[in-house]
Each structure stands twice: as structure tokens, then as C-alpha cells.
């Protein structure tokens, strides 16, 4: 088990993804942001079944950064609710693992 993990959401718009993964990576918190989409969705929300467009985001970082890119997403996102999910990194070429850690500040 590595001490990095990716974490997933989503956005309504691409440009809302660009801005969030670009500000993200501006501050370090993730190295690096992969937008995937568009991508459909179908989900309960407040008592109806809601279909949609999103566009799927995928954040790499440390654990230890998990509360404080969680909090930015938070901050950036235009939805009440935005799915924040972490998965680990169970393993990874040593090449990249070490980018990632050099691309990302301490936790604070």
C-alpha cells in the first residue's frame, strides 16, 4: 500500500472541471487532474430520480491531503452535494510515486 490515493467527483460542466483541477493543481494539493467525459449519470436526488450530463474527475495526491483537497473541491463546486471519494493507490511504478510526492506540498 502506497500513501497516495486518487480522489474521484464530478462536475455539471467541463469548464467547472478545468477550474477546479486547475486550481487544485495550482495549489498543490493534487499533482496532477484527468477530466473524463462527458459521462451520463442517473442518481436519487431529494425524492426524484435525476438523470444527467457530467464530467468525471480524477485527482492524484497524498492521503494526508485528503481533508484539505476535499475542503477546496467543497469550496470550487457548484453543486450542494459533490460526490468526494478516495480511493488508494495500492501500488504504483516507483518513477511515477516519486513525481507525484515532489508535485505536492506538506500537509499542513
Request: hydrophobic share 40%; charged share 20%; proline share 4%.
Amino acid at each position: 500500500m502506497t500513501p497516495f490515493i486518487q480522489i474521484d467527483t464530478t462536475t455539471s460542466s467541463q469548464e467547472e472541471a478545468l477550474q477546479i483541477a486547475r486550481e487544485l493543481v495550482n495549489r498543490r494539493l493534487v499533482a496532477c487532474a484527468h477530466i473524463i467525459g462527458p459521462v451520463n449519470s442517473i442518481y436519487h436526488w431529494k425524492d426524484q430520480v435525476e438523470e444527467g450530463t457530467e464530467w468525471h474527475c480524477l485527482f492524484k495526491t497524498r492521503s494526508s491531503l485528503f481533508s484539505n483537497v476535499a475542503a477546496a473541491i467543497q469550496e470550487l463546486h457548484s453543486y450542494e452535494c459533490p460526490k468526494i471519494i478516495a480511493l488508494p493507490i495500492v501500488e504504483a511504478s516507483q518513477d511515477y510515486l516519486t513525481w507525484l510526492d515532489s508535485e505536492l506540498k506538506e500537509a499542513e
